[in-house]
């Protein structure tokens, strides 16, 4: 298959490894006499090469829902901390109406802030509640005060979760940057090496050969783009995996369906890898790929492919697993 993204490079190295498996073979079969690339670069270190890029891909994911998990752990407690400044200024107009502390009380802070800008009235509320909680002279009041049975300490607490929260975020988000530098790095080589045996096959055995007719290709043959399918997708407690469906495409030069998934809550093609595919009046998958634990999220495109190569994805279905 043609290089169309990321997700394409592991399927097409695996189709130029079995082209390079029937090469050595007419060659001889023996390691003496098998094609070698550039230094001496042998099938067996491409598929080396091959086995590093699905081990980087992998970890890739892993990294993603690592740093997805951690957003919603850090955005779920900083709605929670939300509600705690309400009820403290609550509580002040409440009980405190008359008091030095009442228009001291930090305002609310947006939640799409920055780390600090977000923190900084919690750390404002920690210190007043510290103030009153020692203040023993406030008529009609006998501290600590409490808000819904919480403590001062509790509180703080939970802010320090909420900073231990940012800080896991910060890491989860330099792993994934380190582990797309990592993929990267094969991307170019893999590429390269592909272009080589495509070269060289041809010089080796003729533009006539069968060996060369069959090179696989690495761009698609000239032509058209098909129209897109419409893809429908859930969650199947049932079976524990996402289910999805789609329109059929009428396009003559149909091969086959491709689905591809991406992790987090938005497809990006620098992410997403090949899921699997399916023949020609298959109009149904069922995959837990980039689900395996709850609160996982994924999201998929269903590609239409040519028998040229070319091809054109569906909308985007984002799936959470509960």
């Not at 530098?181 to 080589?189: E, F, I, N, T």
């Amino acid at each position: 298959m043609p290089l169309n993204g990321i997700g394409s490079y592991l399927p097409t190295i695996d189709e130029f490894l079995a082209h390079w498996l029937d090469v050595n073979t007419e060659l001889g079969g023996t390691p003496a006499t098998d094609l070698k690339l550039q230094g001496g670069f042998t099938r067996a270190m491409f598929l080396a090469l091959r086995d590093s890029l699905a081990a980087a891909l992998t970890g890739l994911i892993d990294l993603e829902n690592a740093r997805e998990t951690g957003v919603t752990n850090r955005d779920q407690r900083k709605a929670a901390i939300l509600l705690r400044l309400n009820q403290f200024r609550g509580m002040l107009r409440g009980l405190l109406p008359n008091s030095i502390y009442l228009d001291a009380a930090p305002r609310v802070p947006t939640f799409g802030l920055s780390e600090g800008k977000f923190l900084e009235p919690f750390d404002d509320m920690a210190s007043l509640w510290a103030r009153i909680d020692a203040d023993a002279t406030i008529p009609g009041f006998t501290p600590p005060l409490l808000l819904a049975g919480l403590t001062r300490a509790q509180f703080v607490a939970e802010l320090a979760a909420l900073r231990a929260a940012y800080a896991a975020v910060t890491t989860a988000e330099n792993d994934v940057e380190i582990g797309r530098k990592q993929r990267d790095v094969l991307l170019p080589l893999a590429r390269e090496r592909m272009v080589q045996y495509r070269e060289l096959v041809a010089a080796t055995f003729g533009p006539d050969h069968p060996l060369t007719l069959s090179l696989p290709a690495l761009s698609a043959a000239p032509g058209h783009t098909p129209a897109a399918v419409s893809l429908t997708g859930a969650w199947n407690a049932a079976t524990a995996q996402a289910q999805f469906s789609w329109s059929a495409s009428d396009d003559a030069d149909l091969d086959e369906y491709e689905l591809r998934m991406s992790p987090g809550a938005s497809y990006d093609e620098a992410t997403a890898v090949v899921v699997g595919n399916r023949p020609p009046g298959t109009l149904t998958f069922d995959t837990s790929a980039g689900l395996a634990n709850p609160g996982d999220v994924a999201s998929f495109r269903l590609f239409v492919r040519l028998t040229t190569g070319n091809e054109a994805g569906s909308n985007t279905v984002t799936i959470t697993r509960p």
